[in-house]
């Protein structure tokens, strides 16, 4: 009996226990979100790179490269002339604006082209604070992404690249932050933030409750 009810106590935790976890959703809070710092360059063959970092949109899988939009190029053609580089020595950088909405914020992730151009450095910062770089890895086109030791709360998320050749492609930046998985909860301050953890509480307790009952039932008997 003893150890059937510790089964069914460590089942129940378990399952209450994943039922936080699933809780926990990833979404994309720099989606639509407004950027800043660099500007599609103006010299004819690299202003056709008219990708914005925010939209959404980006090359799916298997997709070749396309020589326009999705792609934003960080361009520099050996001239630090404005018409010639949307760059300074090389490094650009774009701030993206969260605002309230960076809390939780466990990755950054990114789209590039390597094929096209490389860069010699990718740096994420939080608030002007460097919290790391990524890097990618051959030419294809891919997904790279800074993942965070734990959660951070920033308004403002920037990535830094310092380019080697003439492109560096870009087609969408994602700043990812876990949130609560319950949109149909109100969000007035009335609202516990634990709710889960207290249902996953409440649920134990009611176990352990028949887990003592149990006990109790057996020792009568
Ligand atoms: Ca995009």
């Not at 407004?34 to 690299?46: D, K, L, Q, R």
Request: with cysteine; aromatic share 10%.
């Amino acid at each position: 009996m003893k150890k059937f009810i510790s089964a069914l106590l460590a089942a129940a935790m378990a399952a209450a226990l994943s039922c936080v976890f699933v809780s926990a959703k990833e979404t994309n809070i720099a989606l639509h979100k407004p950027w800043s710092g660099i500007e599609v360059p103006t010299n004819e063959g690299a202003n056709a790179y008219t990708g914005d970092f925010t939209d959404g949109v980006y090359a799916a899988e298997g997709d070749a490269f396309s020589y326009k939009e999705p792609w934003f190029t960080f361009y520099c053609n050996d001239q630090n002339d404005s018409s010639w580089t949307n760059l300074t020595d090389r490094v650009g950088r774009v701030d993206i604006e969260l605002g309230d909405a960076g809390t939780g914020i466990t990755k950054v992730r990114m789209q590039v082209a390597p094929e096209i151009g490389g860069a010699e450095y990718i740096k994420v910062y939080a608030d002007d604070k460097e919290i790391g770089a990524m890097t990618y890895e051959g030419t294809d086109i891919q997904w790279i992404e800074l993942a965070l030791d734990g959660p951070i709360d920033a308004e403002t998320i920037s990535v830094e690249i310092k380019i080697t050749d003439m492109f560096f492609m870009v087609s969408e930046i994602e700043v990812i932050a876990e949130t609560a998985d319950d949109s149909s909860a109100p969000e007035d301050s009335s609202t516990p933030p634990t709710a889960d953890a207290g249902t996953a509480a409440a649920v134990i307790a009611g176990l352990a409750a028949l887990f003592v009952s149990a006990v109790l039932i057996k020792k009568k008997a």
